[in-house]
């Protein structure tokens, strides 16, 4: 598609549960990033895909969270036994390359809630 | 990564002109200044970089002085559909990682 797709674009669930969200980049990006943004807050760096490399973990918060990735195609991120405080809207982005030379193209979020 | 301070919010009125000074101390040598913008419900959208001087787009300009220690965003004739959050970042060239901050939340009246 023209940009980055994602999916569901709201999804409330019970504590507890487990959420899987979705992200298609754009065709033919090899970088892909996930990102939380609390309500009234920044962004936080959550995990980042490049082609084939380990991808950089680093900003997990916690072992609930893990994300995957179909070589240069879609991505789940993936919390398990959700808490309130995982409420947030978890944004996706894709990038042709490194992101300083050719900047980020974001979707438009997947709005969690836990109730 | 440099960090970056920047205004919480701003008020402008339509047809003003904008500037959004963000203040970068400690930036490198192969660090850029990026700006991106984030409209209400959506993820943010790139708007500009610059390494120093001046750069200009059909969206806005950035202007670096020489010891880069700052730079300012400036958006020339704001309408409301300039309302949002605006984000400098220093991102270090050829990197991998943007660090968002809580940028500037600009409210454009009537």
């Known amino acids: 598609g023209a940009g980055v797709s994602q999916s569901p674009s709201n999804k409330v669930t019970e504590k507890g549960k487990d959420v899987e969200l979705r992200c298609d980049p754009i065709s033919g990006h090899t970088a892909l990033y996930w990102y939380r943004q609390r309500l009234g807050q920044g962004l936080e760096f959550l995990i980042y895909f490049q082609g084939n490399s380990a991808p950089d973990k680093s900003g997990l918060p916690s072992d609930r969270f893990s994300a995957e990735r179909t070589g240069e195609s879609v991505s789940t991120l993936t919390i398990q036994r959700t808490q309130q405080e995982d409420s947030a809207v978890y944004l996706c982005?894709?990038?042709?390359?490194?992101?300083?030379?050719?900047?980020?193209?974001f979707g438009s979020g997947t709005r969690l809630t836990v109730v | 990564l440099a960090k970056t301070t920047q205004p919480i919010s701003m008020d402008s009125y339509e047809g003003q002109e904008v500037n959004i000074t963000c203040s970068h101390n400690n930036i490198a040598t192969n660090d850029y200044i990026t700006w991106y913008q984030q409209f209400p419900s959506q993820g943010p959208r790139f708007i500009i970089q610059?390494?120093?001087t001046k750069v200009t787009n059909e969206v806005a300009s950035l202007f670096i002085p020489a010891d880069r220690k700052s730079s300012t965003l400036s958006l020339p004739r704001v309408s409301l559909s300039d309302t949002a959050v605006y984000y400098c970042l220093v991102v270090l060239y050829n990197t991998d990682k943007l660090i968002f901050g809580t940028g500037t939340r600009l409210q454009v009246f009537p």
């Open positions: 982005a894709s990038s042709p390359g490194t992101a300083n030379n050719y900047g980020y193209t």
């Open positions: 610059g390494y120093k």
